[in-house]
């Protein structure tokens, strides 16, 4: 099965929360070594929002239920790096008129 793309627009304005996983040693002296913790230790979430209709919140919902928190799919951040990504937090609030604030966070997957 091919890797889908989430594309639909977001709103703009969340702060992403970046870390980088690292491994610390500490010697006498004050002296430490730092690295980085395995290949891909940038860790980096997405909180997004997006103001659609009912039925457009459905098909996003479909979407985001096919791949179950678990399964990625490819998403461009706000700064325009395209990458793989999970969501395991999906909430659509009704706000009235048909329409929904749906709001999630995306997290970076890497290929095992």
Same mark, same amino acid.
């Given at each position: #099965?091919?890797?889908?793309?989430?594309?639909?627009?977001?709103?703009?304005?969340a702060?992403a929360?970046?870390?980088? %996983?690292?491994?610390?040693?500490?010697? +006498? +002296?004050?002296? %430490?070594? *730092? *690295?980085? /913790?395995?290949?891909?230790?940038?860790? /980096?979430?997405?909180?997004?929002?997006?103001?659609?209709?009912?039925? #457009?919140?459905?098909?996003?919902?479909?979407?985001? /239920?096919?791949?179950?928190?678990?399964?990625?799919?490819?998403?461009?951040?706000?700064?325009?790096?395209? +990458?793989?990504?999970?969501?395991? /937090?999906?909430?659509?609030?009704?706000? +009235?008129?048909?329409?929904?604030?749906?709001?999630?966070?995306?997290?970076?997957?890497?290929?095992?």
């Amino acid at each position: #099965m091919a890797i889908e793309n989430f594309h639909w627009p977001t709103e703009r304005g969340a702060t992403a929360d970046i870390q980088y %996983r690292t491994r610390e040693a500490k010697f +006498g +002296g004050g002296y %430490r070594q *730092v *690295v980085g /913790d395995g290949p891909n230790n940038k860790e /980096d979430s997405y909180p997004i929002t997006l103001t659609a209709t009912k039925a #457009m919140t459905r098909e996003i919902m479909a979407f985001l /239920d096919r791949h179950g928190g678990a399964r990625a799919f490819l998403w461009t951040t706000p700064l325009g790096d395209f +990458g793989l990504f999970t969501c395991s /937090d999906p909430k659509p609030t009704p706000i +009235g008129g048909g329409r929904f604030k749906l709001t999630a966070t995306f997290e970076r997957a890497f290929h095992p």
